[in-house]
Structure formats: C-alpha cells, structure tokens
C-alpha cells in the first residue's frame, strides 16, 4: 500500500448493555443496588444521574430487560397515553423532555400503578423545572447519583471501551492510559475513539507509543497529575 494513510471506516462498535457486561464499583454500586432491588422501590419512580458515558443508559437497559420496560428516548414522538400503558418505562435523558408532557406521563403512569426510571446528567432539584406540579412530583423522587470512577472503575472502563470495539490492547497500554487520563467516563471514551480511530488509520495496534503520539502523553504528564492530586 502506498505512504498515504488508510481511509478509516467508521463501522460504529457494539456496545454490550447486559447486566453482566455492567462494571460495578463504589461509583455505581447504589444505583446498581436499586435496580436490583425493583420492584420494591419505595416510591413508582427512581431518578439516576451522573455525568455523560457514566453508565447510565447501560444500566437503564438492565432495567428495561428485568422490567419488561419500555425505552424512550427524548427524540421519539410516542403518545403519552400509550407510554403510560406499560407496566414500566425509562426516560432516558429526562430532563430534556418538555415539561407539560413529562408531567402528564408521570401522573399517568403513577395512576396506572407503573414504575418509571429517569436519567439525567445532574438531579431533577437542578433540571430547572417551572411547572410547579411537575417540581413536586420530582422532589418526592428518589434520586441516585453514579460518581466518578475510581482508579479499578477507570482501568475496566477502558478494558470495556476497547473491547466493544473489537479493539486488542496490552494491559500495560491500560495501565499507561489510566495513570494519565482525568478521572471522567467521557475522558476514557474520547480516548478509546481517538486510539481505535489512529489504530485503523495507521494500520498499527494501540500500543504505547500510538498513546503517546495521538493523545500527547508523556512523563510530564504523569508529573502533573502527581502535584494535582
């Protein structure tokens, strides 16, 4: 093949949204705990939230699979009165939904004796509700919130990443990579991609000089996160 680089084929990666594919930790572990815990939720609807690729649409589908649930996405132009005749439901990013038609649902389907669980980056007291009805139903939600991971969270993360894209990494690139990503779920899927994307187009394995190339890592960065933290 000549010098030019591959033409990188985005194929997309399977993301596996099993409940054993779930990597549990202290970050998550009471949210996992509530799931696990349905149908004897205190309250028909639970609330989880954390930042973006923390887990929480992976743990919406555990849900949806033990429940019987159905997914609804904020873009998918369902009626509310069909929604609310499932037993359970997800709200995957709830807080973007418009206002008056989250809270008909939520009546609804409170009426009806369902269950409901919402997602959201930040919790329903931040979603800057106006309608006051709807703030009520929200205050009395139980909420649960999935953290940052933790180092043993951060490493299997990026273990998952790449394993969902078919991607074959040394544990010493994991190890590499962990000591010098920032400690954030979107941080380990920006560098999954970026890697996955240079592997392709180079034609090379993710190893460490790849590493080092595409996201600029070096010693010093090491050095800074040690000062840092």
């Given at each position: 093949m000549s010098a030019a680089r591959q033409l990188t084929l985005d194929l997309g990666h399977l993301k596996a949204f099993g409940r054993e594919d779930f990597l549990v930790s202290p970050a998550n572990a009471?949210?996992?705990?509530?799931?696990d815990r349905w149908p004897k939720w205190p309250e028909q609807v639970l609330a989880i939230y954390g930042p973006v690729g923390c887990g929480k649409t992976h743990l919406a589908h555990v849900f949806q699979k033990c429940a019987g649930a159905q997914f609804i996405a904020v873009d998918d132009v369902v009626p509310p009165e069909e929604l609310a005749g499932d037993s359970a439901l997800v709200l995957d990013d709830a807080a973007e939904w418009e206002e008056e038609p989250l809270?008909?649902?939520v009546n609804l389907h409170r009426a009806r004796g369902g269950t409901m669980l919402l997602t959201a980056v930040q919790a329903p007291a931040r979603w800057g509700v106006?309608?006051?009805d709807l703030a009520s139903r929200l205050a009395a939600v139980p909420v649960v919130e999935?953290?940052?991971p933790d180092d043993g969270l951060l490493a299997a993360l990026l273990?998952?990443?790449?394993?969902?894209?078919q991607v074959a990494v040394a544990p010493e690139?994991?190890?590499y990579l962990a000591a010098r990503l920032d400690r954030s779920f979107a941080a380990v899927a920006e560098a999954a991609q970026a890697l996955d994307e240079a592997a392709l187009a180079r034609g090379r394995v993710a190893s460490i000089p790849l590493v080092r190339e595409v996201?600029?890592?070096g010693e010093e960065a090491v050095i800074?996160?040690?000062v840092n933290s």
């Open positions: 009471e949210a996992v705990a509530w799931i809270l008909h649902l106006g309608l006051a999935i953290a940052p273990v998952k990443q790449f394993a969902d894209r690139v994991i190890a996201l600029g890592f800074d996160q040690e």
